[in-house]
């Protein structure tokens, strides 16, 4: 078992087994870092001390705003990076002293603003959970045709707005759009009062692709740099109107909120299981072998504008049908190029069982089963005050891990 020098609270995200990835803020800096516990680590600093005089590393790589020139450099250098600072946290490891001096290398978690990690230049969304595919079929399809006939075949996904993307914190406010009355023809223009949350996970593209290239499945982790958590806030009512026949626009683009913390693909080896098993023909290009899905449990708490949250869902990453193996490979078979820093997100992750939904649209089945709150209110969508926090974490014997907090709070938005 790992031990760090650092003192680490129970149920803590950031163990020594995590060194997740992100960009603070402070009065005077910002810069690359990781945390441990409730301290963050400079990473800059640690550079301007000589922690990886050992690597070619260029100068100022970490006092930079976003992570995506240090991913650039490629998991030939990220992965040990990664492995040096994890050894100097350790008991008796290089970086003790230093702490011990009291160096404003290391500063305390809560004294820092996290930003957004990333410039994103591109984000896709899939829809790669079966149960969340076949719920929203169920209730606004035939039930006997709940899946639509190419969705058992490929990764369905759609091109997002990357610009709308925002660090956990960050208020957002109730949209307006074209809106269908139940038993009109015509629509009207107003706010959504159908906004709702989608509990989802996001990897990170870590390596960059030409135009015209393909990744095969078995290189695809190559291209993974780390996840992060995920809300695809979402209008339904705006949604039902607009989808056909072009999909989501506007009801999926005013905002989307994730984790500050970039947690990488190597510190979630521990947690690799098997995915569902996947029926009918999957093309060759599509196989994939091995565990490629991972065990980590996810939590939604639904918080009131009074600031009195409750846990409306719980669910795990590992119910997703496609991979992200599979989802990236199957974005690039036409040649479509990657950057790094694009993000692309799993679509919304439900489970077997209503309390494992992953949106309010299921957890209220289209709003005929309100949830109770803990202060007596019912809720068949979000209101204006309330918020929504995910949270992950993964668990294997001793080693554990989490994500941080990715919350979002709703405020209104009146035309003037």
């Not at 990473?43 to 991913?71: A, M, R």
């Not at 009801?251 to 569902?276: D, H, M, Q, Y």
């Not at 209503?354 to 809720?379: C, F, N, V």
Request: some cysteine; proline content about 5%; charged content about 20%.
């Amino acid at each position: 078992m790992l031990k760090s020098f650092i003192p680490i609270p129970k149920n803590s995200d950031f163990t020594i087994y995590n060194i997740p990835f992100g960009v603070f803020k402070s009065k005077s800096k910002t810069s690359i870092c990781t945390r441990i516990g409730d301290v963050i680590l400079d990473l800059d600093l640690c550079q301007k001390s000589n922690l990886f005089k050992d690597f070619n590393l260029p100068d100022g790589i970490f006092n930079k705003s976003v992570l995506n020139e240090y991913i650039r450099l490629g998991k030939e250098i990220t992965v040990p990076i990664r492995l040096k600072i994890q050894e100097a946290l350790l008991l008796g490891g290089e970086l003790e002293a230093v702490y011990k001096s009291g160096s404003e290398i290391f500063i305390a978690a809560n004294s820092v603003e996290m930003l957004l990690p990333l410039s994103i230049g591109d984000y896709t969304d899939f829809y790669s959970s079966r149960e969340h595919a076949t719920n929203v079929g169920i209730m606004f399809r035939d039930p006997e045709n709940a899946l639509l006939p190419n969705w058992l075949h490929l990764p369905v996904g759609y091109h997002g707005r990357a610009s709308s993307i925002v660090v956990s914190g960050t208020e957002i406010k109730r949209p307006h759009g074209q809106i269908l009355p139940l038993g009109s023809d015509k629509p009207v223009f107003g706010l959504t009062n159908q906004l709702d949350f989608e509990l989802e996970m996001a990897f990170v593209i870590g390596k960059d692709t030409n135009l015209g290239d393909q990744v095969h499945i078995k290189e695809a982790e190559d291209y993974i740099f780390g996840l992060m958590l995920f809300n695809d806030w979402s209008a339904r009512d705006i949604q039902r109107w607009e989808y056909i026949p072009l999909g989501p626009f506007l009801a999926k683009n005013f905002g989307s909120t994730v984790s500050p913390w970039i947690v990488t693909l190597e510190a979630l080896e521990p947690f690799r299981v098997e995915g569902p098993k996947q029926e009918g023909d999957v093309l060759p290009y599509l196989k994939s072998e091995g565990n490629k899905s991972y065990d980590i449990n996810l939590n939604v708490e639904f918080i009131n504008a009074n600031g009195d949250g409750m846990t409306i869902s719980k669910s795990n990453f590992k119910y997703m049908y496609w991979n992200m193996c599979q989802q990236l490979t199957h974005h690039t078979v036409n040649g479509c190029n990657l950057n790094v820093g694009d993000v692309m997100a799993s679509g919304t992750i439900s489970g077997p069982t209503p309390d494992s939904y992953g949106s309010m649209l299921e957890l209220t089945w289209k709003g005929t089963k309100p949830i109770h709150l803990s202060d007596g209110s019912e809720r068949k969508f979000i209101l204006d005050g309330d918020a929504i926090r995910l949270n992950a974490h993964c668990q294997s014997g001793e080693i554990s891990l989490g994500f941080g907090d990715c919350y979002g709070k709703i405020i209104s938005h009146l035309i003037p």
